[in-house]
């Protein structure tokens, strides 16, 4: 992409999207900690005629209380601003009438209260995280495996994030074993889904060549994203790790210096074992729309300049 062209692209932006483990701040003990100048971001991006949502696949705890948290942290989000797979479960679950088997993480239980639960014809996972225990697990496959057409919603699908001690295991692994247990698909609710997208634009009234999203999930962040028309922006926080860039399918690229991407539009193709190496940097995928990190082989990474607050700055300067 011409730089003419992603100055274009960006001068008809009207809102923009942002992950938030990993792009916001980094979960762990207690409420985690803000990664460096993203609450600045958020400030700016407010300030702007931008129009601002979160999309976050977090089910560990129900919006109001994940806002408040944020809040502790510095940044300033309304519940409203904040789209989550659990309330978009329950609208599916009252449209269809169904009954749901919880598999779910403790603090996320109360978003469920609305809907009956009793004599279950479907299962719903989520990061349940120590709940993932083999008897819960054992009780989610029984329920599903007893019925004549097994029902499986999973909310999301990742298969881990990171957190300050360490990357953890998401539910995506969990969903892929019930799945394979029952000869069920999953249907997921949240990211990458076309559906969680395309009601984070309906929320903003925009259409999707005016929505930038920014991730650190190159599949279920920028690939969901791109999935529904939308940009995609990767950064090198969160659960990043510059080790998906030494795969050989990276390999057909260009290379690059890490100083040349940082400071320059790279129209051609970068060598991202090479042009990664410097977690400040923030890069655009502009084609091919990933399913998975194999899938990836042909995608243009186009470098933008600078970390969150940088690229914000750079948005409005435009």
Not at 6 to 24: A, N, P, Q, S, Y
Not at 77 to 89: G, H, L, Q, R, Y
Request: glycine letters at 8%; one cysteine or more.
């Amino acid at each position: 992409m011409a730089e003419m062209d992603w100055k274009h692209t960006i001068r008809d932006l009207k809102g923009v999207v942002l992950d938030m483990c990993g792009v916001l701040y980094d979960s762990g003990e207690g409420d985690g900690v803000a990664i460096d100048g993203s609450i600045e971001a958020v400030k700016r991006l407010k300030a702007s005629d931008l129009q601002l949502r979160f999309c976050t696949n977090e089910t560990q705890a129900t919006r109001e209380k994940f806002v408040a948290k944020l809040g502790r942290l510095g940044f300033d989000i309304c519940v409203d601003e904040v789209f989550s797979p659990a309330p978009a479960a329950v609208t599916i679950l009252k449209e269809r009438g169904l009954r749901p088997h919880l598999l779910v993480h403790d603090d996320v239980v109360p978003e469920f209260d609305a809907v009956e639960k009793t004599d279950p014809n479907c299962v719903i996972i989520g990061d349940a995280a120590d709940n993932f225990s083999y008897q819960n697990l054992n009780k989610a496959f029984q329920v599903l495996i007893g019925l004549e057409k097994p029902v499986l919603f999973s909310l999301g699908r990742g298969r881990y994030y990171k957190e300050m001690d360490g990357l953890k295991l998401d539910v995506g692994v969990y969903m892929k074993a019930l799945e394979y247990a029952c000869d069920v698909e999953a249907e997921v609710v949240g990211k990458p889904s076309p559906v969680f997208f395309q009601s984070v634009l309906a929320d903003m009234g925009i259409q999707p060549s005016q929505a930038l999203m920014i991730g650190d999930d190159l599949v279920n962040d920028v690939g969901g994203a791109q999935s529904c028309g939308m940009r995609g922006l990767l950064v090198k926080t969160g659960k990043y790790s510059y080790r998906w860039c030494l795969r050989p399918q990276f390999q057909k690229v260009t290379a690059v210096t890490p100083s040349a991407a940082a400071h320059a539009f790279m129209p051609r193709r970068l060598s991202v074992a090479t042009s990664l190496s410097d977690h400040s940097e923030l890069f655009m995928v502009t084609e091919e729309k990933p399913r998975d990190e194999s899938s990836c082989t042909d995608a243009c990474i186009d470098s933008v300049p600078g970390d969150v607050t940088r690229l914000t700055q750079w948005v409005q300067n435009l």
